[in-house]
């Protein structure tokens, strides 16, 4: 399962296209704190997050550090439009607007395993 969290809906609906082409499962969430609380409650694998930096409440950066306390080996990108941030250790990062070859292949070096579509979301 790839996790997508964006406070946007245009941006959620983009993310979402693009991986159902690529027929990898997900789920969205519109904030880290709506994110958070599933992760903590699933027993489901979690192959990637990706997240937004910049977002109300909880950052990406914050939504990543808290994810990977309760799941440490966690695989992460964090996309954000905002310049000269960086992001938490050992996520990668792609900046807004973003080129959709680079981000299908960075999707598929990260998560490694056959995609089967499906899209989730709340």
Do not use: N
């Amino acid at each position: 399962m790839i996790l997508v969290v964006d406070d946007q809906h245009t941006i959620l609906e983009m993310i979402c296209e693009l991986l159902d082409r690529e027929g990898y499962p997900h789920r969205t969430f519109l904030s880290g704190e709506q994110a958070l609380s599933w992760i903590s409650k699933t027993s489901e694998h979690i192959a990637l997050l990706i997240t937004d930096y910049d977002m109300p409440g909880m950052t990406g950066s914050d939504l990543i550090d808290a994810a990977r306390r309760l799941r440490p080996d966690l695989q992460s990108l964090l996309l954000s439009g905002t310049p000269g941030i960086s992001p938490p250790h050992k996520s990668r990062f792609l900046a807004k607007p973003f080129v959709i070859s680079e981000f299908i292949d960075m999707v598929a070096e990260l998560v490694r395993w056959p995609a089967a579509q499906t899209c989730i979301s709340i």
